[in-house]
């Protein structure tokens, strides 16, 4: 049979199973993303006490700490990033989330019993390697889209990530009232109660004619950065993602010490004032990415939340009244139409059987900054807020996350000025 007329009917069986994909299946995957993120959203409003009360040092000393939690974790979302996604190319998207949430519910339960530093980074280790299967989730709704519906499915991820991002904080900061441990033992029970649901409801998304036999060559993260980025124009796009992860990753790498410092919030405030950001970005990324990218094309989404999230990050760095502070919270989330309709882009550069690795090259990219992030920011904290700095000034690492999406948004002006030349050629 004519490659092309093999080519059809892939194509006929894919748009077949996308009309079949069911509501309970495009449910448990978003729940899945929800309940990574509400995971790590639990960990904040009780991580500056929590470390302060493990390590009984004062609260520069206990920032340290959390940038050293929050590299670990990021550096095993790297390293297993491409893993889970090729895994998820050879054996299927389902096996891998499942077991995954499987891990997830006992590495809960570690957390909830660690009464040391060490058992916390031994947890945050194993979360890491479990929370890269969130590039399995996007490669799962990359298969069930059209190329067209992708941008607005990404952002069904995003918001759910923002629920999370409520969920979390809240439980977490009410939880801590009992016991500052008490949140983990919630996380536990939400990832179990999910894996049940999707044992019965996930149907498998790779067939036959885009399964791809695993490989550790292209596992590895080197190789598959190598592979991903010889597809015409990803390379530049990438440094594009990876910077706005850089920067955005701010957030959870300080905002709790930076609510303690400036405006002397307890666990309960910041768990309160996180979950006010995220349900923001949860309504943007869930209401508003597909109109907006309907409306402005993808492009010039990506160029205005970009620019918007500049002004954001710049307005966090001089803020001193709390008030002032929540009120600019739906500005500050409305920045986040960029990262759903940049994943549009660079996920339509990519073939069908690429999508799970590109998007665990997108998770390893992901992990660098996250790695990173809190190492910077964190120490640009602890700098400008010890005992002995010459400035006073809590908001710094927001600054330099405005530097970097500056230096984003240089990038990703030149790469759309590139493929526009290309096209016009």
């Known amino acids: 049979m ?7 009917r892939a194509e006929r069986r894919r748009a077949a199973f996308r009309r079949k994909a069911g509501r309970a299946a495009r449910l448990f995957v978003l ?17 500056p006490d ?20 929050g ?8 390293l297993f990033g491409p893993v889970v996604g090729n895994l998820s190319d050879a ?3 389902r096996p891998v989330m499942l077991t995954a949430l499987l891990v997830m519910t006992m590495d809960y339960l570690l957390l909830a019993l660690a009464h040391t530093v060490t058992l916390i980074l031994i947890g945050r280790i194993i979360g890491g390697i479990m929370a890269a299967t969130h590039a399995t989730a996007a490669a799962y709704m990359a298969d069930i889209s059209t190329p067209e519906e992708k941008g607005r499915n990404f952002g069904l991820i995003g918001a759910a990530f923002g629920v999370g991002f409520v969920l979390g904080p809240v439980l977490g900061s009410l939880a801590s009232v009992i016991d500052l441990r008490a949140p983990f033992w919630i996380a536990g029970a939400l990832a179990a109660a999910n894996l049940v649901f999707g044992w019965f409801v996930l149907p498998e998304t790779v067939s036959r004619s885009i399964r791809r036999p695993f490989s550790w060559a292209r596992a590895n993260p080197l190789a598959s950065f190598s592979a991903i980025g010889r597809l015409p124009g990803l390379a530049p796009l990438l440094a594009v993602f990876a910077l706005f992860n850089l920067a955005g990753y701010v957030y959870p790498a300080v905002w709790s010490f930076f609510g303690k410092a400036r405006f002397g919030w307890d666990p309960l405030h910041i768990g309160l004032s996180l979950a006010a950001f995220g349900v923001a970005m949860a309504l943007v990324q869930g209401v508003l990415v597909g109109p907006a990218i309907q409306r402005f094309g993808v492009w010039r989404t990506v160029t205005v939340g970009f620019a918007l999230e500049i002004v954001a990050f710049l307005f966090y760095g001089v803020v001193s009244d709390p008030v002032l ?3 600019f919270t739906p500005l500050a989330a409305i920045a986040g139409l960029g990262g759903p309709a940049l994943q549009q882009i660079m996920s339509n550069t990519a073939g069908d059987d690429q999508q799970g690795e590109l998007q665990g090259v997108l998770s390893s990219v992901a992990a660098i900054a996250m790695g ?4 910077i920011m964190t120490a640009i904290f602890a700098f400008f807020t010890r005992e002995a700095t010459p400035l006073y000034a809590p908001g710094m690492p927001f600054i330099a996350a405005a530097a970097m999406m500056a230096l984003a948004l240089v990038i990703l002006l030149r790469a759309q000025r590139k493929a526009r030349r290309e096209q016009q050629g």
């Not at 590299?71 to 790297?78: D, E, G, K, V």
């Open 71 to 78: 590299t670990a974790y990021s550096a095993m979302q790297f």
């Open 31 to 47: 729940l899945t993303v929800l309940i990574d993120a509400t995971g790590m959203g639990l960990i904040f409003p009780v991580m």
């Open 91 to 93: 054996y299927g998207r």
């Open 50 to 69: 929590l470390l302060e009360q493990l390590t009984g040092q004062n609260l520069a000393g206990a920032a340290v700490w959390g940038g050293i939690l």
């Open 372 to 375: 990173t992030s809190p190492l």
């Open 2 to 8: 004519p490659e092309t007329a093999l080519r059809s």
């Open 325 to 327: 502070a929540l009120a």
